[in-house]
Nanobody, 124 residues
């Protein structure tokens, strides 16, 4: 099993930046594809960014391309999400997730482990 704990959420003005961190414990972190999902009120949970085990392959949702960057540090068992130029529509609960899949999946059913979520609120 893998335990995931997110941190770094908060309230920020539009145009600002936040960096989310996800600390993993348990089994070998480098064996997992890692991703960040978000869920806004009344909406389905969506994948905003995902990263392969090696860190060489990435996925970004169109809505965050050019603004968000996902990275991982396998030595520190951590995955980060740098969020720049934030917009009010980025407001959501952000979740860190881990998958045992070989490729980088973007649907939540392919992710085995989840963090508890961290709230990101962007004011206009």
């Amino acid at each position: 099993q893998v335990q995931l704990v997110e941190s770094g959420g908060g309230l920020v003005q539009a145009g600002g930046s936040l960096r989310l961190s996800c600390a993993a414990s348990g089994r070998t972190f480098s064996n997992y594809v890692m991703a960040w999902f978000r869920q806004a009120p009344g909406k389905e949970r969506e994948c905003v960014a995902a990263l392969s085990k090696s860190g060489l392959s990435t996925f970004y949702a169109d809505s965050v391309k050019g603004r968000f960057t996902i990275s991982r540090d396998n030595a520190k068992n951590a995955v980060l999400l740098q969020m720049n130029s934030l917009k009010p529509e980025d407001t959501a609960v952000y979740y860190c997730a881990a998958s045992t899949r070989t490729v980088v999946p973007v649907t939540e059913t392919n992710y085995n482990y989840w963090g508890q979520g961290t709230q990101v609120t962007v004011s206009s």
